[in-house]
């Protein structure tokens, strides 16, 4: 079992930042961010392995870097240059397997969310 809390959300206006952090109970070889916009599917925003190899979702590259702390098992996201449509739930989610990507169905483990809202 993997506990997935996750904290740093809140209101910012386009253009600002935010920084999410998910505390873990331990990390998995694949840690993830996902986010849930209203009235929208459950999307892929970025991934991290142990080795750090990252990948992101287009829509937020170069706006978006996700990190970890090994020493504290903390995952982190960055957010920058936020636009109204980063608008979503953030979850975090830990992989049980030794691959990763951002198929949600790879990640067996997952946090309670938290809430970013962009205005314009």
């Known amino acids: 079992q993997v506990q997935l809390v996750e904290s740093g959300g809140g209101s910012v206006q386009a253009g600002g930042s935010l920084r999410l952090s998910c505390a873990a109970s331990?990390?998995?070889?694949?840690m993830a961010w996902f986010r849930r916009a209203p009235g929208k599917e459950r999307e892929g925003v970025a991934y991290?392995?142990?080795?750090?190899?990252?990948n992101y979702a287009d829509s937020v590259k170069g706006r978006f870097a996700i990190s970890r702390d090994n020493a504290k098992n903390i995952l982190f996201l960055q957010l920058d240059r936020l636009k109204p449509e980063d608008t979503a739930m953030y979850y975090c989610?830990?992989?049980?397997?030794?691959?990763?990507?951002?198929?949600?169905?790879?990640?067996?483990?997952w946090g309670q969310g938290t809430q970013v809202t962009v205005s314009s």
């Open positions: 331990r990390f998995t070889y694949c």
């Open positions: 991290i392995t142990s080795g750090t190899t990252t």
């Open positions: 989610a830990a992989g049980g397997r030794n691959y990763c990507n951002l198929d949600s169905s790879l990640f067996d483990y």
